[in-house]
T-cell receptor
Framework: NAGVTQTPKFRVLKTGQSMTLLCAQD?????MYWYRQDPGMGLRLIHY???????AKGEVPDGYNVSRLKKQNFLLGLESAAPSQTSVYFC???????????????FGDGTRLSIL | AQSVTQLDSQVPVFEEAPVELRCNYS??????LFWYVQYPNQGLQLLLK??????LVKGINGFEAEFNKSQTSFHLRKPSVHISDTAEYFC????????????FGTGTRLTIIP
């Protein structure tokens, strides 16, 4: 099983450039999430989606946009990259949110993004 | 809003010694608690979770954690560590309302010394 696949794995951008990170899951999960991981700060939620066609802001949404046009894909966009967005980005998905669903979040292997 | 504090950023432990990684949380409502492990250059994997019931929770790879409501803690323990346990460990919390979101601690890097 592929699980959660993130594309690309590495990318270097110049300030002001734009790019899209792709997350794909093959588990038929309803919920999908984008996090950023920075040294000493753990994981912080950027945006999330509770189903196809829906998105919601997380803890640190500024400078990012997302789309969930298909259930299996969750795209994270940087319209005008800034050095402060240098980070490791993780996508995750889960079957549901209710604790009784007994389903944890499954994570991808991350995208390492550097903004020069 | 809920928050998580992992008191130790780095924990070195000799191989085959016991280890405890500390986690404290803050929330005004009932919580659900998780421990995740991250191996180098990989995503996070769920070690164990507390949803309800017994306060002692057993997970994968011989880890266990105990939920202590009065001390608002969820410490992770293993009686004997191995080199393969070298990783970063994250405590996380979600709440009954808004439980689609996890709030993570800042992580504890566990280093096993041969």
């Amino acid at each position: 099983n592929a699980g959660v696949t993130q594309t690309p794995k590495f990318r270097v951008l110049k300030t002001g450039q734009s790019m899209t990170l792709l997350c794909a899951q093959d588990m038929n999960h309803e919920y999908m999430y984008w996090y950023r991981q920075d040294p000493g700060m753990g994981l912080r939620l950027i945006h999330y989606s509770v189903g196809e066609g829906t998105t919601a802001k997380g803890e640190v949404p500024d400078g990012y946009n997302v789309s969930r046009l298909k259930k299996q894909n969750f795209l994270l966009g940087l319209e005008s990259a800034a050095p402060s967005q240098t980070s490791v980005y993780f996508c995750a998905s889960s079957f549901g949110a209710a604790p009784t669903s007994n389903q944890p979040q499954h994570f991808g292997d991350g995208t390492r993004l550097s903004i020069l | 809003a809920q928050s998580v504090t992992q008191l130790d950023s780095q924990v070195p432990v000799f191989e085959e010694a016991p280890v405890e990684l500390r986690c404290n949380y803050s929330s005004s409502v009932s919580v659900y608690l998780f421990w995740y492990v991250q191996y180098p250059n990989q995503g996070l994997q769920l070690l164990l979770k507390y949803l309800s019931g017994s306060t002692l929770v057993k997970g994968i790879n011989g880890f266990e954690a105990e939920f202590n409501k009065s001390q608002t803690s969820f410490h992770l323990r293993k009686p004997s560590v191995h080199i393969s346990d070298t990783a970063e460990y994250f405590c996380a919390v979600s709440t009954l309302f808004g439980n689609e979101k996890l709030t993570f601690g800042t992580g504890t890097r566990l280093t096993i010394i041969p």
